[in-house]
């Protein structure tokens, strides 16, 4: 079945250390995004890419990283620069198409929470 | 720019019950609008999408959402709710140019006996 894998699941990591989440999705889908979600503020987007190789900053995107070296993968380093990364992180792909056709819509993958101690 | 506003953090109904979760959004275009559910410690699921056309939207699980241009709202409703249907709702609006989602604060729905 085609999907979006994210891994870990959970994470823990001290401060001053980075950490690297992974997700891989098999949809072939061209767009993949990164948010981050805390409690009573939604979904924040930290980084998206809408093709190989390109990906843009989101709103938030002081403190991590990210790459897009295959279609397939999309992954996402939070730095010690990141001074609060204690959040559950979720990611997401998109087809392609136009906006009236509605193909404009996310496909989430399960999650990774990070904890830092 | 787009934003959405989602009325209530919080919503508790009876089983059997109304469900009614209110959402409003502002966009300088014609807004693509969508919502999606959460279970808890999951990634989120399409329950529906407003593009064009039928203004009246039906998602799965028995959920529907009707698109209001004059009260720029988007309420996603259910006329019987089920204990299954516990979970946190999220109202979007597609960014125009951008191909992002907007997305609300979010409601957390529980549903009690």
């Known amino acids: 079945d085609g999907g979006i894998t994210q891994s870990p699941k959970y994470l823990f990591r001290k401060e001053g250390q980075n950490v690297t989440l992974s997700c891989e999705q098999n949809?072939?889908?061209?767009?993949m995004y990164w948010y981050r979600q805390d409690p009573g503020q939604g979904l924040r987007l930290i980084y998206y890419?809408?093709?190989?190789?390109?990906?843009q900053k989101g709103d938030i995107a002081e403190g991590y990283s990210v790459s897009r070296e295959k279609k397939e993968s999309f992954p996402l380093t939070v730095t010690s620069a990141q001074k609060n990364p204690t959040a559950f992180y979720l990611c997401?792909?998109?087809?392609?198409?136009?906006?009236?056709?509605?193909?404009?819509?996310?496909?989430f993958g399960a999650g990774s929470r990070l904890t830092v101690l | 720019a787009q934003s959405v506003t989602q009325l209530g953090s919080h919503v508790s109904v009876s089983e059997g019950a109304l469900v009614l979760l209110r959402c409003n959004y502002s966009?300088?275009?014609?807004?693509?609008l969508f919502w999606y559910v959460q279970y808890p410690n999951q990634g989120l699921q399409l329950l529906l999408k407003?593009?064009?056309?039928?203004?009246l939207v039906k998602g799965i699980n028995g959920f529907e959402a009707e698109f209001k241009k004059s009260e720029t709202s988007f309420h996603l409703t259910k006329p019987s709710a089920h204990m299954s249907d516990a979970a946190e709702y999220f109202c979007?609006?597609?960014?125009?140019?951008?191909?992002?989602?907007?997305f609300g604060a979010g409601t957390r729905l529980a549903v009690h006996p």
């Open positions: 966009s300088s275009v014609p807004p693509y």
């Open positions: 949809l072939n889908h061209d767009a």
């Open positions: 407003y593009t064009t056309g039928a203004t």
């Open positions: 890419s809408q093709i190989v190789n390109d990906f």
């Open positions: 979007a609006v597609l960014s125009g140019g951008y191909n992002k989602l907007i």
């Open positions: 997401a792909s998109q087809g392609a198409g136009l906006a009236f056709s509605g193909a404009n819509v996310l496909t």
